[in-house]
């Protein structure tokens, strides 16, 4: 069976060197690159003096834990499965290889090396996609992108999350090459790669259920549908198993089911309650009297440092009778009814204010400051890539960048629905660089002014399109 594909872009054709020269230079102009994003880090590391967050808090003592106990869970963590376990991971192998204790300094020094590997991932999507211009155009977009080298300034999951997304895009991009000898294997290696990456970021969950039909849709459309269908069943079984194992040992200690995470409930709780705007803070400021009321030692904190775990225990209050869990989900399936079927013209312009909440703006990390001229560096690169993939889409029909556009368009819409912050945008940022960047190349090709194309007017002279053809199924 194969599944390769044609498209218009030079995802189908051997990578385009051309020379030891060009493979030189290229090579230095990546290193160079690197190096410069890897100081913009060291830099942003540098002007962060400020507290952790609850988040960061939660993955060292879970990545202590792991290394002084060989536990997950460590005795101060109510619900030690609300965070998924990757971040906490590479913290204590960091620790491990280091022999440094487990803390921010340590967790940074890792994600120094994560953060570092982003620009070579990039450049490897870009140079899947069309060739070595646009993937260095996108590289270069993703080392001078400010939030990103931020990000590496915590002990969070957005680093991480970004090269294990980006690198999940990659291996979807090389199944689709119509050369692949095995695609289904490949296509069970993207579904693996998806897998790693929603360990990483649990809210990746649906995401990775949903890809895979994509998958199989888009193929059965340029191919077979026997061939669409064996792809996604491929992508989907090689993510179910990487997160089989975790989510029953999860399920197991927890005593209920867990796929990634068991926080699931909680933030689509906030994400649904109109009132709060489906903000935790405004879910905050909702309950504070009754959080108070039931913890009196924190009626003189100030609603916005109040605990989430607090204000949500006193949601849960409301619904006696059943666990944390089912009572949030309870609460969550309340909104829904009260406030996306009984107002749904104001819930819906609650969803389009948190569509701009994670796209609007950028990743500020804990402190939550940055200057405008990041703000507008985020917006433009952002509008630049979106256009770019979009019409790169749209006007050649390339099957890589459509999927890699729906890959985006699931992630978006699982964040807006749940809680939705400019911090879910930064790691789908590299992505969006290396596929706007080809997109805007592969648009430019079908262009009218374009020289090329009205030399392949008389036939196919892309090298996409002089290669044999795909085996079908």
């Known amino acids: 069976m194969s599944v390769g594909v044609a498209t218009d872009s030079s995802a189908g054709r051997p990578l385009p060197w051309a020379g030891h ?5 290229i090579a230095l102009v990546l290193l160079v690159l690197t190096v410069g994003s ?5 830099q942003q590391s540098a002007a962060r003096h400020g507290r952790l967050s609850a988040d960061e808090h939660a993955y060292l003592r879970l990545a202590r834990d792991v290394v002084n106990r060989g536990n997950w869970g460590d005795l101060g963590l109510k619900q030690p499965f609300r965070w998924a376990p990757g971040a906490p991971t590479l913290f204590a192998a960091a620790a491990e290889v280091t022999g440094h204790p487990v803390d921010r300094h340590s967790a940074h020094d890792a994600q120094v090396v994560v953060g570092a590997l982003l620009v070579p991932s990039v450049f490897l999507l870009g140079l899947l996609l069309t060739g070595p211009g646009p ?11 400010v939030p990103l080298a931020r990000a590496t300034a915590t002990a969070g999951t957005e680093t991480l999350g970004a090269l294990m997304i980006t690198l ?8 689709l090459r119509r050369d692949a000898r095995r695609p289904a294997a490949r296509f069970a290696l993207a579904g693996a790669v998806l897998g790693l990456a929603t360990l990483v970021r649990g809210d990746l969950v649906p995401v990775a259920l949903l890809l895979p039909v994509a998958v199989a849709v888009a193929l059965a459309r340029v191919a077979t549908p026997r061939s669409g269908l064996r792809a996604g069943v491929a992508m989907l079984l090689g993510a179910v198993a990487l997160l089989a194992p975790w989510s029953l040992f999860a399920s197991a200690h927890a005593h209920r089911f867990v796929p990634v995470t068991d926080g699931g409930a909680a933030n689509l709780f906030i994400g649904t309650d109109l009132p709060a705007d489906g903000t935790l803070f405004g879910v905050k400021r909702q309950f504070a009297a009754e959080t108070r009321i039931a913890h009196p030692a924190v009626r003189h904190v100030k609603t916005f440092a109040l605990r989430e775990q607090l204000v949500l225990d006193a949601v849960a ?3 006696r009778g059943r666990g ?4 949030l989900t309870a609460a969550a399936r309340d909104n829904l009814r009260r406030y996306a079927l009984g107002h749904p013209l104001a819930f819906a312009g ?8 994670m796209w609007g703006g950028p990743y500020a990390g804990t402190e939550h400051r940055l200057g405008a001229a990041v703000s507008w560096e985020h917006r433009a690169l952002a509008a630049l890539a979106f256009v770019g993939l979009l019409a790169g889409a749209i006007v050649t029909g390339d099957l890589a960048l459509i999927l890699l556009a729906t890959f985006v368009a699931l992630t978006t819409a699982v964040d807006v629905a749940f809680v939705s912050e400019a911090r879910h945008n930064v790691r789908l940022m590299p992505v969006l660089l290396a596929a706007g960047a080809a997109g805007w190349w592969l648009a430019a090709r079908r262009a009218p002014w374009n020289p090329r194309r009205r030399a392949g007017a008389s036939g196919p002279t892309t090298p996409a399109a002089i290669g044999p053809r795909p085996h079908r199924a």
């Open 350 to 357: 609650m969803e389009a204010r948190k569509l701009w909440r």
């Open 324 to 327: 944390r869990e089912a009572a």
């Open 168 to 175: 999940a895009a990659a291996a979807l991009v090389l199944s």
């Open 317 to 319: 209050r409301r619904y």
């Open 38 to 42: 890897v100081a913009l880090q060291a």
């Open 135 to 145: 993937a260095l155009a996108g590289a270069t977009a993703a080392a001078i992108y």
């Open 21 to 25: 020269g060009r493979r030189l230079v």
